[in-house]
Structure formats: structure tokens, C-alpha cells
């Protein structure tokens, strides 16, 4: 299926005011497709989670969990949807790019977003047992992309919170006992966004000689090699 075009975002919208709330409205738009492919998964037999990759307001990707039907535990909805975003765009490089998903990603989510390169991550639940956020600090770990720059970009913003009571509704609806579950063992945590701690913006190279090596040094070298990067 191709993307749909379902929010086109005002290039002309000067107010910073006004392109926030595009912004939030955007983001809520994608994580209400995000619940509804999450009752899909729960229909399908899976785990209730729905993931979305989009670029400027378009969606690349789309995926709900496959672990049962692929009989494989790493097929959670956020590597199956990053997996058909980079297979689309012909390349494994995803920068620009924002992941939508109704819980928080685990931490073989977030690792492969950073490794993918994504500019966001937007989640509506937060996952204090297994999160790459919460948890274990995958997405907002600084020192991979110091460390090796050529390799992982700086940490994705991180917006977590966006619909929390919806997609907690959506999930009790679409998997009841699972819900049980999960709030019986305080996996999941309903925190409005306003509520959760300051997500941290993605910060670059400090000066424009570097961020210019760095790049080249990405582009010449690790992205050739063992990345696959499609020839455009
Ligand atoms: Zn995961």
C-alpha cells in the first residue's frame, strides 16, 4: 500500500505558536493510526501494538506486531515498519524521519532506531520495565554517537505522552486480559505529556568543520559498507 498524505505541514507558518500546535495535531493524527493498528494486532492474534514511520507528514511505513505469525521475537511493530520504510526509501538511513507507536519502544526498538538514524520517536505509554527511554537509556545515550559519529547521529527528540488516556482506552478495549496484565504489573504508565520529564532535543556537532567531516565520513565510509545502501 502507498502512503497516504494525511497532514501536510504549512511551510509558510511563520508563528512558532502555530507550528507547534501543527505539529502536536500531526503527531496526534499518527498516533490515533497508531491505535488502530494496535486493535488490528490484537485482531490478529499479536501483542496490541502499532507502529508508523512518516516524513513530513506522510507515511513511509505502517506495521502491526508479527512475533506470533512470523514466529520470531524480533518482529515487534516498530522494526517491521522501520524494516518497510528503509526497504521503500532504498535506504537504511531514516533521518528526517519520525516513528509513531501506541507504547513506548523496548530496548531492540530503540536500538535500531538509533542505529536507523531517526529524527523522532513519538509514543503515547511509557514503559518504566522494558523501555529503551524509561528503562535503559538507549534513545537519549549520548555516547554512541560520540563515540563512533560516523555511525549514530546525536539522540532522536523524544515525545512521549502524546494521547496516553486514548491509547490506554484503546488498549483495554482491543485486549482486555493483556491490559490486566499490564496494569496489574505496573508495565505500562498513562503520563500526559505535560507530565512527563522534558524530552531532550537532538543536538549536533558543536562546530561546522566537524559536523561537515563527520558527515563525509558517514557517507564515504560506514554507509558503504555494510548498510546497503541503495544507489539513487
Ligand atoms: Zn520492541
New binding site residues.
Given amino acids: 500500500m502507498r502512503p497516504n498524505l494525511l497532514y501536510a505541514v504549512d511551510d509558510n507558518a511563520n508563528d512558532a505558536a502555530a507550528r507547534e500546535t501543527v505539529s502536536q495535531s500531526l503527531d496526534e493524527q499518527m498516533m490515533r493510526r497508531c491505535l488502530a493498528l494496535a486493535t488490528e494486532s490484537s485482531a490478529q492474534r499479536e501483542y496490541p ?1 502499532g507502529a508508523v514511520v512518516a516524513r513530513n507528514g506522510e507515511i513511509i511505513a505502517e506495521a502491526t506486531n508479527r512475533v506470533a505469525r512470523d514466529c520470531d521475537v524480533t518482529r ?4 517491521v515498519a522501520m524494516a518497510e520504510a528503509q526497504r521503500r526509501l532504498g535506504n537504511t538511513d531514516l533521518n528526517g524521519c519520525t516513528l509513531y507507536t501506541n507504547v513506548e ?6 536500538y535500531a532506531i538509533r542505529e536507523a538514524r531517526l529524527a523522532r520517536v513519538v509514543f503515547a505509554l511509557r514503559s518504566p520495565v ?1 523501555g ?1 527511554f524509561s528503562r535503559w537509556n538507549i534513545l537519549n545515550d549520548r555516547d554512541l554517537s560520540a563515540a563512533i559519529p560516523h555511525v549514530f547521529l546525536p539522540p532522536p527528540e523524544v515525545v512521549p505522552g502524546i494521547l496516553a488516556e486514548e491509547a490506554d482506552t484503546a488498549l483495554r478495549q482491543a485486549a482486555p486480559v493483556v491490559w490486566a496484565f499490564i496494569r496489574a504489573n505496573g508495565l505500562l504508565l498513562v503520563e500526559p505529556r505535560d507530565i512527563v520529564p522534558e524530552a531532550k532535543q537532538r543536538t549536533r556537532a558543536s562546530t561546522s568543520l566537524l559536523r561537515w567531516l563527520t558527515r563525509a565520513l558517514r557517507l564515504t565510509l560506514s554507509d558503504r559498507f555494510g548498510r546497503g545502501r541503495r544507489k539513487t
Avoid: I, N
Fill in positions: 501494538f515487534h511493530a516498530e522494526v519502544p523496548c530496548a531492540l526498538c530503540s522494558m529503551g
